[in-house]
């Protein structure tokens, strides 16, 4: 059988695409061949993003909205099947981790929100996309969890617990769908030199984390994308309810 690591003919959606690593992926996918959907909160962001997919030659749709609405999702995913056809990749990666905060006084309020935006937001997308896969003979899913998820950190309690979530329900999916042809895999980044982090980062701290790394260096938006994407193509085709942990071997 012919393994073709293209996404030709293929629609992908992928939430969070108006953050550094989801635009990342976005340009990737389109660069193999899907028609991507781009998903968030920012139009302006998505537009431009889209606009850029189009002049490199790919195609691309925006959709804007609350991915912890599980109707907006559905709709979403309903609007994508009209305008580009069913589809066959799902990358999910809206989230944030929002300020570290000891757990004996994390306002529960706050707690919900995390869950929320890191773990239900992962099964709302799920949830519209499964019925399709399902009918239309397969697909692949790829979440993102963190570092924080797999091991302590000094991460909020909240997200560390939502990310662990979102490893078990990549795993859950993968086992339970397995028999329709989907595979749904998890990539666990440890730090990721996002637009938002270089901002934050003085130069001192960023050259003090990445001599803390064993390889050396912080992660990129496209160290993430470049697994996110063998992950999404039939390149990874035995591959199912793994999480790859992308750290610079920094949690080694
Ligand atoms: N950067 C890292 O070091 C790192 C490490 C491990 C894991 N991660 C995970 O990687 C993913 C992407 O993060 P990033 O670093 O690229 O951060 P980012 O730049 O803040 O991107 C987060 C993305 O999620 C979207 N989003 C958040 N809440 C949403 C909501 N309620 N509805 C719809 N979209 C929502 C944002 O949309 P808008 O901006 O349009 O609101 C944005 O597109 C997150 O799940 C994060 O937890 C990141």
Redesign the pocket.
């Known amino acids: 059988m012919a393994i073709t690591s293209n996404l030709a003919e293929q629609v992908a959606l992928v939430?969070?695409?108006?953050?550094?690593?989801?635009?990342e992926v976005s340009r990737k996918l389109a660069h193999l061949g899907a028609a991507v959907a781009v998903?968030?909160?920012?139009q302006s962001?998505?537009n431009k993003l889209s606009a850029e997919i189009h002049r490199n030659g790919g195609n691309s749709e925006v959709y804007?909205?609350?991915?912890?609405?599980p109707e907006h999702m559905i709709t979403v995913a309903t609007d994508v099947t009209r305008a580009l056809g069913p589809i066959n990749v799902l990358v999910a990666?809206?989230?944030?981790?929002g300020a570290p905060s000891p757990t004996d006084s994390f306002d529960p309020e706050r707690w919900l929100d995390v869950i929320?935006?890191?773990l239900n937001?992962v099964f709302y997308a799920l949830r519209a996309v499964l019925p399709s896969m399902i009918e239309h003979g397969g697909g692949r899913i790829v979440t993102?969890?963190?570092?924080?998820g797999r091991r302590p950190s000094k991460a909020n309690a909240a997200?560390a617990a939502a990310?662990a979530g979102v490893v078990m329900l990549t795993e859950h999916i993968a086992k339970e769908y397995a028999h329709a042809h989907i595979r749904a895999n998890c990539v666990?980044?440890?730090?990721?030199?996002?637009?938002?982090?270089r901002d934050r980062l003085s130069a001192q701290t960023r050259d003090a984390i990445a001599t803390s790394i064993p390889l050396g260096r912080i992660?990129q938006?496209s160290d993430?994308a470049e697994a996110i994407a063998f992950l999404a193509t039939d390149r990874s085709s035995w591959i199912t309810g793994t999480t790859v942990d992308i750290t610079g071997g920094m949690t080694l």
């Open positions: 939430t969070g695409a108006s953050g550094s690593i989801g635009a998903h968030g909160r920012t962001v998505l804007v909205g609350d991915a912890r609405d990666l809206a989230g944030g981790e929320d935006t890191d937001s993102i969890a963190s570092s924080a997200y990310k666990a980044p440890s730090i990721a030199e996002t637009t938002k982090l992660g938006p993430i």
